[in-house]
């Protein structure tokens, strides 16, 4: 009789399968929060089993005499956290004389947030096997997993952790490359630290996360040591690199990729822009902007944006400036297939 998956090693299947690039539909951002949910969901299903085998006093298909009770199936959990719902399988336990109930699961609630943390950190910057265990005793609470299954699941945290920072990339058909910095509160004390992502669209369509690491700053030294991090796991050039307008991050592209085409990311620069335009003008404004972004041709695009600039230059001048702003980059996914240019 073949063995069923424990909702834990599910869960871990779900994780490979966000950072391999087989979810269909998703952004980077959405690649980034499946693999945050998923981590966390699949850490809180390894508390939930390893309580459970403490009270059992044996693992997952172990036998002992003088059993304290049977396995007895899953029982569905929600958590409700700020970013969403979180799911898990709460185990159940059966011939006890008291019923079976998790001390842990009741505390939940308290531990989410904590959880979330500390997966983000180490899948960004790594976390020392003492700072898990800290971050896990934190979270879920060392009255309710004995320290060896707190250990337990902070080895299972480190290995899986390397296997994704060091995973050979020349397999990759990479395509289009996505670069940004998020800054998110991590560490003790919640100092805001900048994650830096980067995530792939390859030529069969597949939108893989390649690495998260912690970027103290936007710096030519940091942002340096990611790419060399990436060509030495084998990724090949790409065709386009979708970034901000970070000049250390620009500076860096340059000296690793030279011939690919760098794009300069409109998500960002249209929120500038709105900063720099009164209300009222925005909606005539941004029209403008889109129509040059969404010319048919490089030198269409450029023909508007010099006729927006002649036409605005005296009212907004700081629109204009920003405008000007890395001229090329901007205009480069133009040279994309219409069909990939969104």
Not at 190 to 204: K, P
Not at 236 to 245: A, Q
């Given at each position: 009789m073949e063995k069923r998956i424990a909702p834990s090693e599910k869960k871990a299947q779900a994780v490979q399968a966000v950072l391999q690039g087989q979810l269909d539909g998703q952004d980077g951002e959405e690649i980034l929060s499946s693999l945050v949910r998923l981590s966390t969901e699949r850490v809180l299903q390894e508390a939930l089993e390893q309580e459970q085998a403490v009270a059992l006093g044996r693992e997952r298909y172990e036998r002992r005499e003088g059993e304290r009770g049977y396995r007895n199936g899953y029982e569905a959990?929600?958590?409700k956290t700020a970013e969403g719902v979180l799911r898990v399988e709460v185990p159940q336990i059966r011939g006890r004389e008291e019923p079976y109930r998790s001390?842990?699961?009741?505390?939940?609630a308290k531990t989410s947030d904590v959880l979330k943390r500390l997966i983000v950190e180490m899948y960004a910057g790594g976390l020392s096997q003492r700072d898990i265990?800290?971050?896990l005793e934190n979270a879920l609470g060392q009255f309710v997993l004995s320290k060896s299954a707190v250990s337990e699941l902070t080895d299972t945290l480190t290995q899986e952790y390397e296997a994704v920072r060091t995973r050979d990339l020349s397999g990759y058909e990479v395509a289009y490359l996505f670069m940004d910095v998020v800054y998110e509160p991590l560490r003790r004390g919640g100092s805001r630290t900048g994650v830096f992502c980067v995530w792939a669209l390859c030529v069969d369509g597949r939108k893989v996360l390649l690495t998260l690491s912690t970027a103290n700053s936007e710096s030519y030294e940091s942002c340096l040591e990611v790419l060399r991090d990436l060509v030495k796991r084998g990724l090949p050039t790409p065709v386009t690199i979708t970034t901000d307008g970070a000049p250390g991050l620009t500076k860096a592209l340059d000296v690793i990729w030279p011939k690919a085409l760098r794009i300069r990311g409109w998500f960002h620069n249209m929120q500038n822009l709105q900063q720099k335009v009164p209300p009222q003008a925005w909606p005539e404004?941004?029209?403008l902007v889109?129509?040059?972004r969404d010319a048919p041709t490089v030198t269409a695009a450029e023909q508007r944006r010099q006729a927006s600039v002649t036409r605005y230059q005296r009212d907004f001048p700081?629109?204009?400036?920003?405008?000007?702003?890395?001229?090329e980059a901007s205009l480069n996914h133009l040279y994309v297939p219409q069909r990939h240019q969104q």
């Amino acid at each position: 009789m073949e063995k069923r998956i424990a909702p834990s090693e599910k869960k871990a299947q779900a994780v490979q399968a966000v950072l391999q690039g087989q979810l269909d539909g998703q952004d980077g951002e959405e690649i980034l929060s499946s693999l945050v949910r998923l981590s966390t969901e699949r850490v809180l299903q390894e508390a939930l089993e390893q309580e459970q085998a403490v009270a059992l006093g044996r693992e997952r298909y172990e036998r002992r005499e003088g059993e304290r009770g049977y396995r007895n199936g899953y029982e569905a959990g929600t958590l409700k956290t700020a970013e969403g719902v979180l799911r898990v399988e709460v185990p159940q336990i059966r011939g006890r004389e008291e019923p079976y109930r998790s001390e842990w699961w009741s505390q939940g609630a308290k531990t989410s947030d904590v959880l979330k943390r500390l997966i983000v950190e180490m899948y960004a910057g790594g976390l020392s096997q003492r700072d898990i265990e800290y971050g896990l005793e934190n979270a879920l609470g060392q009255f309710v997993l004995s320290k060896s299954a707190v250990s337990e699941l902070t080895d299972t945290l480190t290995q899986e952790y390397e296997a994704v920072r060091t995973r050979d990339l020349s397999g990759y058909e990479v395509a289009y490359l996505f670069m940004d910095v998020v800054y998110e509160p991590l560490r003790r004390g919640g100092s805001r630290t900048g994650v830096f992502c980067v995530w792939a669209l390859c030529v069969d369509g597949r939108k893989v996360l390649l690495t998260l690491s912690t970027a103290n700053s936007e710096s030519y030294e940091s942002c340096l040591e990611v790419l060399r991090d990436l060509v030495k796991r084998g990724l090949p050039t790409p065709v386009t690199i979708t970034t901000d307008g970070a000049p250390g991050l620009t500076k860096a592209l340059d000296v690793i990729w030279p011939k690919a085409l760098r794009i300069r990311g409109w998500f960002h620069n249209m929120q500038n822009l709105q900063q720099k335009v009164p209300p009222q003008a925005w909606p005539e404004f941004k029209a403008l902007v889109m129509a040059m972004r969404d010319a048919p041709t490089v030198t269409a695009a450029e023909q508007r944006r010099q006729a927006s600039v002649t036409r605005y230059q005296r009212d907004f001048p700081e629109a204009c400036r920003c405008l000007l702003d890395d001229p090329e980059a901007s205009l480069n996914h133009l040279y994309v297939p219409q069909r990939h240019q969104q």
